[in-house]
């Protein structure tokens, strides 16, 4: 199986918990504001990703999600 990683700008409110517990660092706060005028987070380094859905457990704003998609 392989993994979707999905990050929706517009649902974050860039609080940072997601930038914070990362562990292999993937994720960094943007230098746009989105149109509610937060800084999201983003996918500075998205090949280091790992799936461990732990930036997904601790987004308050469910702006995170990984999903099992069918290898190609």
């Known amino acids: 199986m392989a993994y979707k990683y999905e990050l929706d700008p517009e649902r ?3 609080c940072g918990l ?3 517990v990362c562990p292999k ?3 960094d706060m943007a230098d746009k504001v989105n149109s509610k005028g937060y800084f999201p987070a ?3 380094n998205p090949g280091d ?10 987004c ?3 702006a995170i999600t990984i999903s099992e998609t069918e290898a190609a």
């Open 12 to 14: 974050c409110k860039g």
């Open 18 to 20: 997601c930038t914070a």
């Open 25 to 27: 660092k993937v994720l």
């Open 42 to 44: 983003y996918q500075k």
């Open 49 to 58: 990703c790992v799936f461990c859905t732990t930036c997904c457990m601790m």
């Open 60 to 62: 308050p704003d469910v």
